[in-house]
């Protein structure tokens, strides 16, 4: 596979993020913009090169991180620190982050691996910093995301 376009559609959310909001820097349109782009790179490139296991392999991973995050929050009574709500623990931006950042570093390689998970740790920090999250909340989610897609290698 290519890396061209991956590597360039990742670079222009890091620009954006950093152009755009630097001026007022709003985490919870970070961490937002972030783990969509993530996603959408993790399984749009794949459709566009004919790569429909690859497709299929990305579709699912992030399906079952994203699964595992929301019956997290449907079993664990966990508040916002904003207080918006009991549906704190984990991280469902953070767990999709990483699960796309581990997709796209399996398929594309380190360059895309090394952008992809710093903009996974980007959406990590925004959750914290838009008090969406506590910090165990973030690790718990990086957690699921890295796991599903390591564990999605040996079944799937």
Not at 23 to 36: A, H, I, K, L
Not at 38 to 45: E, S
Request: overall charge positive; charged content about 10%; aromatic content about 12%.
């Amino acid at each position: 596979m290519t890396i061209l376009y991956p590597a360039l559609l990742l670079i222009t959310l890091w620009v954006c993020i950093f152009v755009h909001y630097s001026s007022s820097f709003n985490w919870q349109m970070v961490s937002d913009v972030g783990v969509y782009g993530l996603v959408a790179t993790a399984v749009v490139f794949p459709v566009l090169q004919g790569e429909w296991g690859d497709f299929k392999f990305a579709g699912y991973i992030i399906v079952i991180a994203s699964g595992i995050g929301l019956l997290g929050k449907m079993l664990i009574d966990a508040k916002r620190p904003d207080k918006s709500g009991n549906d704190s623990f984990p991280s469902n931006h953070t767990a999709n982050a990483f699960a796309a950042s581990t997709v796209l570093a399996m398929s594309y390689g380190w360059i895309i691996g090394l952008l992809s998970y710093g903009m996974a740790m980007l959406v990590g920090l925004g959750r914290v910093k838009a008090l969406k999250h506590h910090w165990r909340d973030v690790i718990v989610g990086l957690c699921v995301g890295l796991s599903t897609a390591v564990f999605a290698v040996a079944w799937l």
